[in-house]
């Protein structure tokens, strides 16, 4: 999965790439910007592979904002103006769109944005597998280790983490990232507000899901993908 967002001044060329975004399966827009003031408020909140940007914008161009970034993700300008190619390329874009950008000239810079990750990921040494992660809320930073964790449960914008000592945290986040992001065999999501700890259901009955004491609604369309790691 390729985590994208979108920087441009001009609300048809944002609609545009969004529903481009959304045409292919293997990429996940993070954020739609306007300016680069918003997307450094994106890239602060979520973790970022590409960023789709136009150069000519207000306060900030899209070229003084990819040089003002420490850590950079892929970077493809998508740009009115051919003037801008040799200063794109120095910042090692990927690659350089002119506007009007026809969806298969997309694709193609998409192709070479996966090919260019699947080589990163590949050559990078293999890490240890963490057994915890880190939250932040109430102005501390948290360690929640999955061993403790018995389910998380999602409010709007802010998730619930239950844990195992009868702690809870509640901490600004999105329960789809989370999803991503926690180990596949050891967790599961049973509900659009719910993901569980596979080493803590106890039963499901119905509908319902007990673990550590706790009755949980299974949603209809989690209830196969749920079964089938119970297995």
């Known amino acids: 999965m390729v985590r994208v967002i979108i920087i441009d001044d001009e609300f048809p060329a944002r609609k545009l790439l969004s529903e481009y975004v959304s045409k292919l399966p293997n990429l996940q827009l993070c954020g739609v910007c306007e300016d680069a003031v918003h997307a450094m408020d994106?890239?602060?909140k979520e973790e970022v592979d590409l960023i789709l940007t136009d150069i000519q914008m207000p306060e900030l161009s899209g070229l003084e904002f990819i040089k003002s970034l420490k850590k950079?993700?892929?970077v493809v300008f998508t740009t009115a103006y051919k003037e801008y190619a040799l200063d794109s390329y120095e910042l090692e874009a990927i690659d350089y769109l002119l506007k009007p950008i026809p969806f298969p000239r997309f694709l193609q810079a998409i192709n070479k944005v996966t090919e260019?990750?699947?080589l990163k990921r590949q050559a990078a040494p293999a890490e240890k597998e963490k057994e915890y992660f880190m939250v932040k809320a109430d102005y501390k930073l948290?360690?929640?280790d999955y061993a403790n964790l018995i389910y998380v449960e999602g409010q709007?914008?802010?998730v619930t983490f239950h844990l195992k000592d009868k702690k809870r945290i509640t901490a600004y986040y999105s329960l789809k990232r989370l999803e991503e992001e926690l180990p596949s065999n050891e967790f599961v999501r049973?509900?659009?507000s719910y993901i569980v700890s596979l080493s803590y259901i106890e039963s499901v009955e119905g509908n319902m899901v007990s673990i550590a004491g706790q009755k949980l609604s299974i949603g209809k369309n989690y209830?196969?993908?749920l079964m089938e790691k119970l297995k």
């Open 116 to 118: 260019r990750l699947r």
């Open 190 to 192: 049973i509900h659009k």
């Open 223 to 225: 209830k196969d993908s």
């Open 142 to 144: 948290y360690r929640v």
């Open 156 to 158: 709007s914008e802010y």
């Open 42 to 44: 994106v890239l602060q």
């Open 72 to 74: 950079k993700p892929m």
